[in-house]
């Protein structure tokens, strides 16, 4: 499990461009993917080779009666509870005041790791005598930084790093399937695990997962051997603003990072939601094999139609995973629940799935004497060859003359034909153009 550092704070010190400096990139927030959310306000980092999470948290504003810092704060208090370390940014322009004394009472009370960091440091060679005063937080040596110029960020990362626990192999055998179980609240994520490890129980140990709430639970039965993660620790929705609702992205995107399939959860009674969407975008983007679990279908008055025309909806609302097979079950009658994992062993195999280079070219001379490449002003695609690189999502290259040539439409009708002669059922798949000339990356 990797590490999870927290930047908190008061508002307006500069966390998030602090967290922009250590990731080393600008996060843009939000993109204009149709359902498929970019709200990261965590990213991967790597530092004296260990690799980590970061995570910006909104401000947290001690005595408030807004409702939506009331919310940024119960936000980072739950960040604050899953981070390994915690890095508390203070502003040097506006000193010390009472509301960084009361989060730092309340960070010593976490009994968690505190890097104390001091912002807008941006003066290089003499130190501002001003960053003294900081030492009456008692939490130690404070560490001057400019999130602005990158000064002292390799102090602060060190001062992190000491903190982490050992490298941990993964020690969860290879043929052991982990599967992460995620989905808005209340639609029954708890009570399908329940209902597999209430029945055949055969081994179950619970180990304490990622997160508080998340508990891994592992499950062996003739089909094979499981690992669930249970992501039950999604808050609620709160009345409040989409936008600080990161936390219960942030434990689903954990519990994703760790899988090999994702169930994607959907209330039969309410259908797809936006929320919905946001879980399953993360799921897709991250490039798991999934299956869409449509729950309490028990509680729908049915007639013939009834399972078709939830599966035209599912499939509308979800476009862009058309690839993943939609299961109906009932956590609280058991029904079909067995033949999940049937379908487990099914998406995993076919992410895992490796098919040679001959074969892929075959199927593309088949692909563009069917349908001709694109021309542009003249110019006609040419495409060499295809090779797969990578399993898990499948990956493959197109080496081809000219990348702007190779519309997305294109790109669309390769994949579509891949799908068609190979299957690849439940796994998103990612296509990668490069042109002659281009160097490896």
Same mark, same amino acid.
């Given at each position: 499990?990797?590490?999870?550092?927290?930047?908190?704070?008061? #508002?307006?010190?500069?966390?998030?461009?602090? +967290?922009?400096?250590?990731?080393?990139?600008?996060? $843009?927030?939000?993109?204009?993917?149709?359902?498929?959310?970019?709200?990261?306000?965590?990213?991967? !980092?790597?530092?004296?080779?260990?690799? +980590?999470? /970061?995570?910006?948290?909104?401000?947290?504003?001690?005595?408030?009666?807004?409702?939506?810092?009331?919310?940024?704060?119960?936000?980072?208090? /739950?960040?604050?509870? &899953?981070?390994?370390?915690?890095?508390?940014?203070?502003?040097?322009?506006?000193?010390?005041?009472? $509301?960084?004394?009361?989060?730092?009472?309340?960070?010593?009370?976490?009994?968690?790791?505190?890097?104390? !960091?001091? &912002?807008?440091?941006?003066?290089?060679?003499?130190?501002?005598?001003?960053?003294?005063?900081?030492?009456?937080?008692?939490?130690?040596?404070?560490?001057?930084?400019?999130?602005?110029?990158?000064?002292?960020?390799? *102090?602060?990362? *060190?001062?992190?790093?000491?903190? +982490?626990?050992?490298?941990?192999? *993964?020690?969860?055998?290879?043929?052991?399937?982990?599967?992460?179980? /995620?989905?808005?609240?209340?639609?029954?994520?708890?009570?399908?695990?329940?209902?597999?490890?209430?029945?055949?129980?055969?081994?179950?140990?619970?180990?304490?997962?990622?997160?508080?709430?998340?508990?891994?639970?592992?499950?062996?039965?003739?089909?094979?051997?499981?690992?669930?993660? %249970?992501?039950?620790?999604?808050?609620?929705? =709160?009345?409040? %603003?989409?936008?600080?609702?990161?936390?219960?992205?942030?434990?689903?995107?954990?519990?994703?990072?760790?899988?090999?399939?994702?169930?994607?959860?959907?209330?039969?009674?309410?259908?797809?939601?936006?929320?919905?969407?946001?879980? !399953?975008?993360?799921?897709?983007?991250?490039?798991?094999?999934?299956?869409?679990?449509?729950?309490?279908?028990?509680?729908?008055?049915?007639?013939?139609?009834?399972?078709?025309?939830?599966?035209? *909806?599912?499939?509308?609302?979800? =476009?862009?995973?058309?690839?993943? #097979?939609?299961? +109906?079950? =009932?956590?609280?009658?058991?029904?079909?629940?067995?033949?999940?994992?049937?379908?487990?062993?099914?998406? &995993?195999?076919?992410?895992?799935?490796?098919?040679?280079?001959?074969?892929?070219?075959?199927?593309?001379?088949?692909?563009?004497?069917?349908?001709?490449?694109?021309?542009?002003?003249?110019?006609?695609?040419?495409?060499?060859?295809?090779?797969?690189?990578?399993?898990?999502? #499948?990956?493959?290259?197109?080496?081809?003359?000219?990348?702007?040539?190779?519309?997305? =439409?294109?790109?669309?009708?390769?994949?579509?034909?891949?799908?068609?002669?190979?299957?690849?059922?439940?796994?998103?798949?990612?296509?990668?153009?490069?042109?002659?000339?281009?160097?490896?990356?």
């Amino acid at each position: 499990m990797k590490p999870l550092v927290a930047i908190v704070g008061r #508002p307006n010190v500069g966390k998030s461009m602090l +967290f922009n400096k250590l990731v080393g990139k600008r996060l $843009s927030i939000v993109e204009d993917t149709p359902g498929v959310t970019r709200d990261r306000l965590y990213a991967e !980092a790597e530092w004296c080779g260990r690799t +980590f999470d /970061i995570v910006d948290t909104g401000g947290i504003e001690p005595g408030t009666d807004s409702e939506i810092l009331t919310f940024m704060r119960k936000q980072a208090e /739950i960040a604050i509870q &899953n981070a390994t370390v915690i890095v508390f940014l203070c502003d040097i322009k506006t000193g010390l005041t009472a $509301s960084d004394q009361e989060v730092a009472n309340m960070l010593l009370r976490s009994r968690k790791p505190v890097v104390l !960091a001091v &912002n807008k440091m941006d003066q290089v060679g003499a130190t501002n005598p001003d960053i003294y005063e900081f030492y009456n937080l008692g939490l130690g040596d404070p560490i001057a930084v400019s999130a602005v110029h990158g000064h002292g960020t390799g *102090d602060l990362l *060190d001062a992190c790093v000491q903190y +982490f626990p050992e490298e941990v192999e *993964d020690d969860t055998p290879d043929d052991v399937v982990k599967v992460a179980v /995620i989905g808005k609240p209340n639609v029954g994520k708890s009570s399908i695990i329940n209902r597999i490890l209430g029945e055949e129980r055969v081994i179950v140990s619970n180990v304490a997962g990622t997160t508080r709430d998340a508990v891994d639970s592992y499950f062996e039965n003739t089909q094979g051997k499981y690992l669930f993660i %249970d992501t039950a620790g999604m808050r609620k929705k =709160s009345k409040v %603003d989409d936008r600080i609702e990161k936390f219960s992205v942030l434990r689903a995107t954990m519990a994703i990072e760790r899988s090999d399939v994702c169930l994607i959860l959907i209330d039969a009674n309410e259908g797809v939601t936006e929320q919905d969407t946001k879980v !399953a975008g993360l799921a897709h983007e991250a490039g798991k094999a999934c299956i869409i679990v449509v729950n309490k279908w028990d509680a729908i008055e049915k007639d013939d139609k009834t399972m078709d025309r939830m599966r035209e *909806d599912v499939r509308r609302d979800l =476009s862009y995973m058309t690839y993943a #097979p939609i299961v +109906f079950i =009932s956590a609280l009658t058991g029904q079909r629940v067995n033949r999940l994992f049937e379908l487990i062993n099914y998406v &995993n195999d076919q992410a895992a799935m490796r098919i040679t280079t001959g074969m892929l070219n075959t199927l593309l001379a088949d692909a563009t004497a069917r349908v001709q490449p694109p021309t542009d002003k003249g110019r006609r695609l040419k495409i060499f060859y295809m090779t797969q690189v990578g399993v898990k999502p #499948p990956h493959f290259v197109c080496f081809c003359n000219d990348a702007q040539l190779f519309h997305f =439409s294109y790109q669309r009708y390769i994949e579509n034909q891949i799908r068609a002669t190979f299957g690849l059922e439940g796994t998103p798949v990612r296509l990668t153009i490069r042109q002659k000339g281009d160097k490896e990356e």
